[in-house]
T-cell receptor, first 119, second 114 residues
Framework: AQTVTQSQPEMSVQEAETVTLSCTYDTSESDYYLFWYKQPPSRQMILVIR??????QNATENRFSVNFQKAAKSFSLKISDSQLGDAAMYFCAYSPNSKWGGSNYKLTFGKGTLLTVNP | DTGVSQDPRHKITKRGQNVTFRCDPISEHNRLYWYRQTLGQGPEFLTY????????KSRLLSDRFSAERPKGSFSTLEIQRTEQGDSAMYLCASSLEVSGQPQHFGDGTRLSIL
């Protein structure tokens, strides 16, 4: 079974600074997707960034980027120029990637990291 | 794209009562997922539908839980004879049937059992 581990229950960062959230995962699959989701206090889960395991290039989305280390099964999220609106619970998630139709692309989540942004 | 909507936002009920939640996915999404999230934990998969067919159920989904998606549109999740341990946030998500496509989540229904 796949597992996702986020070892930092809480992190804090000063506004405009950079913070890195850690995530490790365990899977026997070679092809899969990894995601970072953000869950603000309003509770709606929002996709931050997505990485396909077969792509060596690390994904970036504006101020958000990942460091994907496939051999180490590590997938960290870097937030640059942190803003007050970045404060939220961040979840790392894994989904299998199947070439055949009908597969369950369910997400397996970590326990989350609560990010506080200090003004 | 009006997003995924869930109703109600909050439900408070007494132990032993039945409750039903509704989820309206994004209209063009044929995949619909239910997750449960307890305090301090990430969401856990419960079940998913492709169109109207329920294709997988987690072991977390006891026989007191039933989910339906008639006509492949909205979905309902019913819990019969609620127990204290059912208190959680129930999240619905929808997506296209393509691997790697992001799941879009609703605001969730928070269930509190008295």
């Amino acid at each position: 079974a796949q597992t996702v581990t986020q070892s930092q229950p809480e992190m804090s960062v000063q506004e405009a600074e950079t913070v890195t959230l850690s995530c490790t995962y365990d899977t026997s699959e070679s092809d899969y997707y990894l995601f970072w989701y953000k869950q603000p206090p309003s509770r709606q889960m929002i996709l931050v960034i997505r990485q396909e395991a077969y792509k060596q290039q690390n994904a970036t989305e504006n101020r958000f980027s990942v460091n994907f280390q496939k051999a180490a099964k590590s997938f960290s999220l870097k937030i640059s120029d942190s803003q007050l609106g970045d404060a939220a619970m961040y979840f790392c998630a894994y989904s299998p990637n199947s070439k055949w139709g009908g597969s369950n692309y369910k997400l397996t989540f970590g326990k989350g990291t609560l990010l506080t942004v200090n003004p | 794209d009006t997003g995924v909507s869930q109703d109600p936002r909050h439900k408070i009920t007494k132990r032993g009562q039945n409750v039903t939640f509704r989820c309206d996915p994004i209209s063009e999404h044929n995949r619909l997922y239910w997750y449960r999230q307890t305090l301090g934990q990430g969401p856990e998969f419960l079940t998913y539908f492709q169109n109207e067919a329920q294709l997988e159920k987690s072991r977390l989904l006891s026989d007191r839980f039933s989910a339906e998606r008639p006509k492949g549109s909205f979905s309902t999740l019913e819990i019969q004879r609620t127990e204290q341990g059912d208190s959680a946030m129930y999240l619905c998500a929808s997506s296209l049937e393509v691997s790697g496509q992001p799941q879009h989540f609703g605001d969730g229904t928070r269930l509190s059992i008295l």
